[in-house]
Protein backbone atom coordinates (compact mmCIF):
# COMPACT_ATOMS: atom_id res chain seq x y z
CA UNK A 1 0.00 0.00 0.00
CA UNK A 2 1.56 3.28 -0.72
CA UNK A 3 2.50 5.62 2.05
CA UNK A 4 0.39 8.68 3.37
CA UNK A 5 3.34 10.54 3.44
CA UNK A 6 4.57 10.48 -0.40
CA UNK A 7 2.44 10.77 -3.32
CA UNK A 8 2.48 7.42 -5.37
CA UNK A 9 5.07 6.64 -7.62
CA UNK A 10 3.89 4.57 -11.12
CA UNK A 11 6.45 3.31 -13.15
CA UNK A 12 5.58 2.64 -17.17
CA UNK A 13 7.43 0.25 -19.03
CA UNK A 14 7.21 0.40 -22.93
CA UNK A 15 9.98 -0.45 -25.73
CA UNK A 16 9.71 2.76 -27.31
CA UNK A 17 8.16 6.10 -27.21
CA UNK A 18 7.37 6.69 -31.20
CA UNK A 19 3.84 6.73 -33.08
CA UNK A 20 1.23 4.11 -31.97
CA UNK A 21 -1.91 3.97 -28.90
CA UNK A 22 0.47 2.31 -26.51
CA UNK A 23 3.07 5.46 -26.60
CA UNK A 24 0.43 7.79 -27.03
CA UNK A 25 -1.62 6.25 -23.59
CA UNK A 26 1.87 5.62 -21.58
CA UNK A 27 2.12 10.00 -22.45
CA UNK A 28 -1.76 10.50 -21.54
CA UNK A 29 -1.30 8.73 -18.01
CA UNK A 30 1.88 10.14 -17.37
CA UNK A 31 0.52 13.52 -17.60
CA UNK A 32 -2.82 12.26 -15.39
CA UNK A 33 -0.31 11.06 -12.65
CA UNK A 34 1.63 14.33 -12.41
CA UNK A 35 -1.76 16.19 -12.76
CA UNK A 36 -3.22 14.06 -9.69
CA UNK A 37 0.53 14.63 -7.62
CA UNK A 38 2.09 11.59 -8.24
CA UNK A 39 5.17 10.48 -10.24
CA UNK A 40 5.54 9.17 -13.10
CA UNK A 41 9.05 6.90 -14.37
CA UNK A 42 8.68 5.58 -18.09
CA UNK A 43 11.45 2.97 -18.64
CA UNK A 44 11.97 2.69 -22.50
CA UNK A 45 15.02 2.96 -24.76
CA UNK A 46 13.08 6.57 -25.82
CA UNK A 47 11.28 7.82 -28.95
CA UNK A 48 9.24 10.80 -30.68
CA UNK A 49 7.13 11.31 -27.52
CA UNK A 50 9.96 11.20 -24.88
CA UNK A 51 10.37 15.01 -25.08
CA UNK A 52 6.54 15.20 -24.67
CA UNK A 53 6.61 13.00 -21.25
CA UNK A 54 9.17 15.12 -19.45
CA UNK A 55 7.59 18.44 -20.74
CA UNK A 56 4.50 16.45 -19.12
CA UNK A 57 6.19 16.03 -15.50
CA UNK A 58 7.53 12.77 -16.06
CA UNK A 59 11.05 11.49 -15.95
CA UNK A 60 12.08 9.29 -18.94
CA UNK A 61 14.92 6.56 -17.99
CA UNK A 62 17.06 5.22 -20.93
CA UNK A 63 15.93 1.32 -20.34
CA UNK A 64 16.57 -1.62 -22.88
CA UNK A 65 13.03 -2.50 -22.97
CA UNK A 66 12.85 -3.97 -26.37
CA UNK A 67 14.99 -6.53 -26.28
CA UNK A 68 13.66 -10.11 -26.69
CA UNK A 69 16.47 -11.98 -25.55
CA UNK A 70 16.08 -14.15 -22.65
CA UNK A 71 18.61 -13.64 -20.97
CA UNK A 72 18.98 -9.83 -21.21
CA UNK A 73 14.97 -9.92 -20.02
CA UNK A 74 15.59 -11.71 -16.68
CA UNK A 75 18.69 -9.38 -16.62
CA UNK A 76 16.59 -6.79 -16.44
CA UNK A 77 13.83 -7.72 -14.41
CA UNK A 78 16.34 -8.00 -11.47
CA UNK A 79 17.65 -4.29 -12.69
CA UNK A 80 13.94 -3.24 -12.84
CA UNK A 81 13.84 -5.07 -9.43
CA UNK A 82 16.64 -2.24 -7.90
CA UNK A 83 15.50 0.34 -9.62
CA UNK A 84 12.10 0.14 -7.69
CA UNK A 85 13.64 -0.71 -4.23
CA UNK A 86 15.62 2.65 -5.14
CA UNK A 87 13.49 5.05 -6.50
CA UNK A 88 10.33 4.19 -4.47
CA UNK A 89 7.98 2.87 -7.16
CA UNK A 90 4.58 1.93 -6.47
CA UNK A 91 3.24 0.29 -9.49
CA UNK A 92 4.53 -1.19 -12.17
CA UNK A 93 2.44 -0.88 -15.38
CA UNK A 94 3.79 -2.58 -18.50
CA UNK A 95 2.55 -2.32 -21.88
CA UNK A 96 4.42 -4.75 -23.97
CA UNK A 97 5.03 -8.28 -24.17
CA UNK A 98 9.13 -8.08 -23.70
CA UNK A 99 9.17 -5.90 -21.09
CA UNK A 100 6.76 -7.16 -19.13
CA UNK A 101 7.96 -10.46 -18.39
CA UNK A 102 10.90 -7.96 -17.08
CA UNK A 103 8.55 -5.94 -14.76
CA UNK A 104 6.36 -9.39 -13.19
CA UNK A 105 10.29 -10.11 -12.49
CA UNK A 106 10.71 -7.33 -10.49
CA UNK A 107 7.29 -7.27 -9.00
CA UNK A 108 7.78 -10.90 -8.19
CA UNK A 109 11.19 -9.84 -6.30
CA UNK A 110 9.95 -6.55 -4.22
CA UNK A 111 6.22 -7.48 -3.57
CA UNK A 112 4.86 -4.87 -5.38
CA UNK A 113 1.25 -4.72 -7.88
CA UNK A 114 1.93 -5.35 -11.15
CA UNK A 115 -0.64 -3.92 -14.17
CA UNK A 116 -0.79 -4.94 -18.02
CA UNK A 117 -3.21 -3.08 -20.45
CA UNK A 118 -3.40 -5.72 -23.53
CA UNK A 119 -3.23 -3.06 -26.28
CA UNK A 120 -3.81 -5.45 -29.04
CA UNK A 121 -4.94 -9.10 -30.35
CA UNK A 122 -1.43 -10.61 -30.41
CA UNK A 123 -0.69 -13.34 -33.36
CA UNK A 124 -1.00 -16.78 -30.47
CA UNK A 125 -0.31 -18.98 -33.05
CA UNK A 126 2.82 -21.31 -32.31
CA UNK A 127 4.04 -23.69 -29.31
CA UNK A 128 5.75 -20.47 -27.77
CA UNK A 129 3.46 -17.17 -28.57
CA UNK A 130 0.94 -18.51 -26.18
CA UNK A 131 3.14 -18.60 -23.17
CA UNK A 132 4.55 -15.26 -24.61
CA UNK A 133 1.63 -13.34 -24.61
CA UNK A 134 0.40 -14.71 -21.59
CA UNK A 135 2.50 -12.21 -18.91
CA UNK A 136 -0.12 -9.50 -20.14
CA UNK A 137 -2.81 -11.84 -18.30
CA UNK A 138 -0.73 -12.18 -15.13
CA UNK A 139 -1.01 -8.32 -14.19
CA UNK A 140 -2.44 -8.09 -10.70
CA UNK A 141 -5.40 -6.50 -12.73
CA UNK A 142 -5.37 -6.27 -16.63
CA UNK A 143 -6.71 -3.21 -18.48
CA UNK A 144 -8.14 -4.41 -21.60
CA UNK A 145 -8.71 -1.34 -24.28
CA UNK A 146 -12.16 -2.66 -25.49
CA UNK A 147 -14.61 -4.84 -24.47
CA UNK A 148 -13.82 -7.52 -27.60
CA UNK A 149 -10.06 -7.44 -25.62
CA UNK A 150 -11.25 -8.26 -22.48
CA UNK A 151 -13.09 -11.01 -23.54
CA UNK A 152 -10.40 -12.04 -25.91
CA UNK A 153 -7.86 -12.12 -22.61
CA UNK A 154 -10.71 -14.22 -20.69
CA UNK A 155 -11.09 -16.84 -22.76
CA UNK A 156 -7.46 -16.81 -24.58
CA UNK A 157 -6.17 -16.95 -20.82
CA UNK A 158 -8.38 -18.06 -18.47
CA UNK A 159 -8.36 -14.72 -16.39
CA UNK A 160 -10.84 -14.47 -14.50
CA UNK A 161 -13.46 -11.20 -15.68
CA UNK A 162 -13.06 -10.14 -11.72
CA UNK A 163 -9.38 -9.03 -12.10
CA UNK A 164 -9.85 -7.54 -15.72
CA UNK A 165 -11.10 -3.75 -16.13
CA UNK A 166 -12.40 -2.52 -19.56
CA UNK A 167 -10.92 1.10 -20.07
CA UNK A 168 -11.47 2.25 -23.68
CA UNK A 169 -9.07 4.80 -25.27
CA UNK A 170 -9.19 8.11 -24.84
CA UNK A 171 -9.46 11.10 -27.65
CA UNK A 172 -8.10 14.04 -27.09
CA UNK A 173 -11.37 16.22 -27.34
CA UNK A 174 -9.13 19.48 -27.25
CA UNK A 175 -7.22 18.29 -30.52
CA UNK A 176 -9.86 16.66 -32.03
CA UNK A 177 -12.63 19.43 -31.77
CA UNK A 178 -14.21 21.24 -34.99
CA UNK A 179 -14.73 24.33 -33.29
CA UNK A 180 -11.03 24.83 -33.83
CA UNK A 181 -9.89 23.79 -37.32
CA UNK A 182 -9.42 26.63 -39.52
CA UNK A 183 -11.71 26.59 -43.21
CA UNK A 184 -7.35 27.37 -44.36
CA UNK A 185 -6.95 23.97 -42.78
CA UNK A 186 -9.69 22.14 -44.24
CA UNK A 187 -9.29 23.39 -47.71
CA UNK A 188 -5.44 22.85 -47.94
CA UNK A 189 -6.33 19.12 -47.88
CA UNK A 190 -8.74 19.70 -50.23
CA UNK A 191 -6.31 20.70 -52.45
CA UNK A 192 -3.77 18.40 -51.73
CA UNK A 193 -6.65 15.60 -52.90
CA UNK A 194 -7.50 17.77 -55.50
CA UNK A 195 -11.23 18.06 -54.76
CA UNK A 196 -13.74 20.27 -55.48
CA UNK A 197 -15.66 23.13 -53.33
CA UNK A 198 -18.41 20.74 -53.64
CA UNK A 199 -17.08 17.20 -53.63
CA UNK A 200 -17.79 14.55 -51.46
CA UNK A 201 -14.46 13.24 -49.48
CA UNK A 202 -14.50 9.26 -48.53
CA UNK A 203 -11.53 9.03 -46.15
CA UNK A 204 -9.87 5.95 -44.86
CA UNK A 205 -6.94 6.84 -42.46
CA UNK A 206 -5.15 4.06 -42.08
CA UNK A 207 -1.47 2.82 -42.79
CA UNK A 208 -1.23 0.64 -46.03
CA UNK A 209 -1.02 -2.72 -46.03
CA UNK A 210 -3.29 -5.43 -46.65
CA UNK A 211 -5.34 -6.23 -42.94
CA UNK A 212 -6.68 -2.77 -43.27
CA UNK A 213 -8.37 -3.15 -46.14
CA UNK A 214 -7.53 -0.68 -49.00
CA UNK A 215 -7.89 -3.50 -51.53
CA UNK A 216 -11.96 -3.33 -50.78
CA UNK A 217 -12.51 -0.25 -50.08
CA UNK A 218 -11.12 0.46 -53.68
CA UNK A 219 -13.69 -1.90 -54.68
CA UNK A 220 -16.62 -0.05 -52.82
CA UNK A 221 -15.58 2.67 -54.84
CA UNK A 222 -15.51 1.12 -58.00
CA UNK A 223 -18.93 -0.13 -57.41
CA UNK A 224 -20.24 2.74 -55.77
CA UNK A 225 -19.08 5.41 -59.27
CA UNK A 226 -20.59 2.42 -61.60
CA UNK A 227 -24.13 2.90 -60.04
CA UNK A 228 -24.07 6.66 -60.51
CA UNK A 229 -20.96 7.94 -62.84
CA UNK A 230 -22.12 11.57 -61.98
CA UNK A 231 -21.16 11.03 -58.32
CA UNK A 232 -19.21 14.26 -57.44
CA UNK A 233 -16.92 12.48 -54.61
CA UNK A 234 -13.22 11.12 -54.18
CA UNK A 235 -11.89 8.24 -52.36
CA UNK A 236 -8.94 9.48 -50.08
CA UNK A 237 -6.58 6.74 -49.05
CA UNK A 238 -4.26 8.50 -46.04
CA UNK A 239 -1.65 6.65 -44.87
CA UNK A 240 2.27 5.88 -44.85
CA UNK A 241 3.13 2.70 -46.87
CA UNK A 242 6.21 2.49 -44.23
CA UNK A 243 8.30 0.42 -47.21
CA UNK A 244 5.42 -1.68 -48.40
CA UNK A 245 6.30 -0.72 -51.74
CA UNK A 246 4.43 -4.08 -53.92
CA UNK A 247 1.30 -3.30 -51.78
CA UNK A 248 1.15 -0.11 -53.03
CA UNK A 249 2.18 -0.84 -56.52
CA UNK A 250 -0.93 -3.87 -55.98
CA UNK A 251 -3.43 -0.80 -55.18
CA UNK A 252 -2.09 1.48 -58.10
CA UNK A 253 -3.08 -1.48 -60.52
CA UNK A 254 -6.88 -1.97 -59.60
CA UNK A 255 -7.68 2.39 -59.24
CA UNK A 256 -6.17 2.12 -63.00
CA UNK A 257 -8.10 -1.40 -63.94
CA UNK A 258 -11.19 0.69 -62.60
CA UNK A 259 -10.32 3.62 -64.38
CA UNK A 260 -10.51 5.80 -60.84
CA UNK A 261 -7.55 7.95 -61.21
CA UNK A 262 -8.65 10.70 -60.38
CA UNK A 263 -11.53 9.51 -57.95
CA UNK A 264 -9.28 7.61 -55.60
CA UNK A 265 -5.97 9.33 -53.79
CA UNK A 266 -3.29 7.46 -52.26
CA UNK A 267 -2.61 10.65 -50.62
CA UNK A 268 0.48 9.43 -48.30
CA UNK A 269 0.63 10.05 -44.62
CA UNK A 270 -1.66 12.75 -42.98
CA UNK A 271 -0.35 15.22 -40.48
CA UNK A 272 -3.49 17.06 -39.80
CA UNK A 273 -5.35 14.32 -39.20
CA UNK A 274 -7.91 16.50 -37.11
CA UNK A 275 -8.60 18.45 -40.49
CA UNK A 276 -9.19 15.69 -42.40
CA UNK A 277 -11.94 14.02 -40.52
CA UNK A 278 -13.34 17.72 -40.60
CA UNK A 279 -12.69 17.72 -44.56
CA UNK A 280 -14.24 14.35 -44.69
CA UNK A 281 -17.97 13.09 -45.81
CA UNK A 282 -17.70 9.45 -44.02
CA UNK A 283 -14.94 8.17 -42.58
CA UNK A 284 -14.01 4.19 -43.51
CA UNK A 285 -12.51 1.50 -41.33
CA UNK A 286 -12.57 -1.22 -43.27
CA UNK A 287 -10.15 -3.55 -41.38
CA UNK A 288 -10.14 -7.65 -42.20
CA UNK A 289 -8.23 -8.34 -39.09
CA UNK A 290 -9.60 -7.36 -35.62
CA UNK A 291 -9.40 -3.67 -34.15
CA UNK A 292 -8.31 -3.97 -30.32
CA UNK A 293 -10.24 -0.55 -29.92
CA UNK A 294 -10.60 1.02 -32.97
CA UNK A 295 -9.16 4.92 -32.33
CA UNK A 296 -9.69 6.45 -35.86
CA UNK A 297 -13.39 5.56 -35.85
CA UNK A 298 -13.98 7.47 -32.36
CA UNK A 299 -11.58 10.12 -33.58
CA UNK A 300 -13.34 10.82 -36.58
CA UNK A 301 -16.65 10.74 -34.80
CA UNK A 302 -15.20 13.61 -32.09
CA UNK A 303 -14.80 15.71 -35.15
CA UNK A 304 -18.19 14.99 -36.38
CA UNK A 305 -17.67 12.58 -39.54
CA UNK A 306 -19.92 9.92 -39.78
CA UNK A 307 -18.21 6.24 -39.71
CA UNK A 308 -18.93 2.96 -41.64
CA UNK A 309 -16.80 0.01 -39.92
CA UNK A 310 -16.34 -3.50 -40.41
CA UNK A 311 -17.77 -5.99 -38.47
CA UNK A 312 -14.66 -7.31 -36.38
CA UNK A 313 -13.10 -7.09 -33.38
CA UNK A 314 -14.16 -3.99 -31.45
CA UNK A 315 -14.54 -1.41 -34.16
CA UNK A 316 -18.37 -1.99 -33.50
CA UNK A 317 -18.01 -0.62 -29.71
CA UNK A 318 -17.05 3.06 -31.22
CA UNK A 319 -20.37 3.74 -32.78
CA UNK A 320 -24.25 4.05 -32.96
CA UNK A 321 -26.35 2.47 -35.71
CA UNK A 322 -29.87 2.76 -36.34
CA UNK A 323 -30.55 -0.83 -35.88
CA UNK A 324 -29.03 -1.30 -32.87
CA UNK A 325 -29.49 1.48 -30.85
CA UNK A 326 -31.89 3.74 -33.15
CA UNK A 327 -32.13 5.99 -36.26
CA UNK A 328 -32.28 9.27 -33.99
CA UNK A 329 -28.97 8.20 -32.34
CA UNK A 330 -27.39 6.97 -35.11
CA UNK A 331 -23.65 7.59 -35.72
CA UNK A 332 -22.39 5.16 -38.55
CA UNK A 333 -22.74 2.48 -40.28
CA UNK A 334 -21.75 -1.33 -39.40
CA UNK A 335 -20.35 -3.64 -42.39
CA UNK A 336 -19.59 -7.18 -42.78
CA UNK A 337 -15.65 -7.38 -43.34
CA UNK A 338 -14.44 -8.15 -47.22
CA UNK A 339 -17.80 -7.05 -48.52
CA UNK A 340 -17.43 -4.08 -51.02
CA UNK A 341 -21.02 -3.98 -52.11
CA UNK A 342 -21.68 -3.72 -48.57
CA UNK A 343 -19.52 -1.10 -47.86
CA UNK A 344 -20.28 1.06 -51.09
CA UNK A 345 -24.33 0.79 -50.25
CA UNK A 346 -23.28 2.27 -46.78
CA UNK A 347 -20.73 5.13 -48.16
CA UNK A 348 -23.61 5.85 -50.58
CA UNK A 349 -26.45 6.30 -47.64
CA UNK A 350 -23.96 8.42 -46.02
CA UNK A 351 -23.38 10.43 -49.13
CA UNK A 352 -26.88 11.34 -49.45
CA UNK A 353 -27.79 12.85 -46.07
CA UNK A 354 -29.13 15.73 -46.34
CA UNK A 355 -27.85 18.94 -45.15
CA UNK A 356 -30.05 18.78 -41.75
CA UNK A 357 -29.62 15.13 -41.23
CA UNK A 358 -25.94 15.65 -41.51
CA UNK A 359 -25.57 17.83 -38.98
CA UNK A 360 -27.66 15.73 -36.56
CA UNK A 361 -25.22 12.94 -37.51
CA UNK A 362 -22.18 15.20 -36.77
CA UNK A 363 -23.70 16.65 -33.32
CA UNK A 364 -24.66 12.93 -32.13
CA UNK A 365 -21.16 11.42 -33.17
CA UNK A 366 -19.11 14.21 -31.03
CA UNK A 367 -21.79 13.46 -28.24
CA UNK A 368 -21.00 9.97 -28.05
CA UNK A 369 -17.13 10.26 -28.12
CA UNK A 370 -17.19 12.85 -24.97
CA UNK A 371 -19.66 10.37 -22.98
CA UNK A 372 -17.93 7.77 -24.05
CA UNK A 373 -14.21 8.41 -25.30
CA UNK A 374 -12.37 10.93 -23.99
CA UNK A 375 -8.94 11.16 -23.00
CA UNK A 376 -9.95 11.95 -19.37
CA UNK A 377 -12.17 9.44 -18.90
CA UNK A 378 -9.24 6.68 -19.68
CA UNK A 379 -6.79 9.00 -17.42
CA UNK A 380 -8.86 8.68 -14.48
CA UNK A 381 -10.60 4.99 -15.06
CA UNK A 382 -6.69 4.18 -15.37
CA UNK A 383 -6.07 6.08 -11.89
CA UNK A 384 -8.70 3.70 -10.31
CA UNK A 385 -6.80 1.12 -10.96
CA UNK A 386 -3.74 1.78 -9.38
CA UNK A 387 -6.13 3.41 -6.61
CA UNK A 388 -7.32 -0.23 -6.49
CA UNK A 389 -4.20 -1.23 -6.15
CA UNK A 390 -2.75 0.97 -3.67
CA UNK A 391 -5.68 2.06 -1.82
CA UNK A 392 -4.25 5.49 -2.78
CA UNK A 393 -6.62 8.01 -3.56
CA UNK A 394 -5.11 9.76 -7.23
CA UNK A 395 -8.56 9.76 -8.94
CA UNK A 396 -9.85 12.08 -6.21
CA UNK A 397 -6.62 14.45 -6.42
CA UNK A 398 -6.71 14.38 -10.48
CA UNK A 399 -10.46 15.55 -10.01
CA UNK A 400 -9.48 18.09 -7.19
CA UNK A 401 -6.25 19.39 -9.54
CA UNK A 402 -8.73 19.74 -12.86
CA UNK A 403 -11.16 22.09 -10.86
CA UNK A 404 -8.46 24.19 -9.65
Same mark, same amino acid.
Given at each position: MTSSIHAATILQIIPRLDTGGAEQATLEITEAVVRAGGRSFVLSEGGRLAPDIEQAGGLIVPFPAGTKNPALIVANGFSLARFVRERGVDVIHARSRAPAWSGLIATRATGIPFVTTYHGAYGNNGPLKPLYNSVMARGQLVIANSLYTGELVHTRHGTPMERIRVIHRGVDLERFDPAIVSEKRINALRKAWGAGTDTKIVLQAARLTGWKGQH????????????????NAVFVLAGDAQGRASYVAGLERQIAQHGLERKVVLAGHCDDIAAAFAAADVALIASTEPEAFGRTSAEAQAMGCPVVVTRQG??? +?? /??? %????GADRATGWIVPVAAPAALANAIAEALSLSTRERREFSARARAHVVERFSSEN?????????? +?? /??? %????????????
Amino acid at each position: MTSSIHAATILQIIPRLDTGGAEQATLEITEAVVRAGGRSFVLSEGGRLAPDIEQAGGLIVPFPAGTKNPALIVANGFSLARFVRERGVDVIHARSRAPAWSGLIATRATGIPFVTTYHGAYGNNGPLKPLYNSVMARGQLVIANSLYTGELVHTRHGTPMERIRVIHRGVDLERFDPAIVSEKRINALRKAWGAGTDTKIVLQAARLTGWKGQHDVIEAAAQLFRSDSSRNAVFVLAGDAQGRASYVAGLERQIAQHGLERKVVLAGHCDDIAAAFAAADVALIASTEPEAFGRTSAEAQAMGCPVVVTRQGASP +ET /LLT %ASRDGADRATGWIVPVAAPAALANAIAEALSLSTRERREFSARARAHVVERFSSENMKRQTLAVYD +EC /LRS %ALVAAFDGASRA
